[in-house]
């Protein structure tokens, strides 16, 4: 998914280059790529943090 969203800013980025696209639009849409992209790693580190602790409470024998 973090691939998608950099193919997808790169896709805007060379469509405002080849003037297909204004530059306030553009600015907008790499804004708001930008707050998806952060939000989406937020959400991956939380589950990847998530999945850490659920292994390491089952080696210890702890539930949750």
């Known amino acids: 998914t ?3 969203v950099e193919t997808i800013k790169q896709l805007i980025r060379l ?3 080849a ?3 204004a530059d306030e639009i ?3 849409q790499q ?3 930008q707050e998806i992209s952060k939000m ?3 959400w991956i580190r939380d589950t990847q ?3 850490e602790s659920t292994r390491v409470n089952s080696l210890f024998g702890e539930t949750s």
């Open 49 to 51: 943090t998530r999945k």
């Open 31 to 33: 804004k708001c790529l």
């Open 40 to 42: 989406l790693n937020g």
């Open 15 to 17: 469509s405002n280059e």
């Open 2 to 4: 973090r691939i998608k």
């Open 19 to 21: 003037k297909m696209v």
């Open 26 to 28: 553009y600015l907008d």
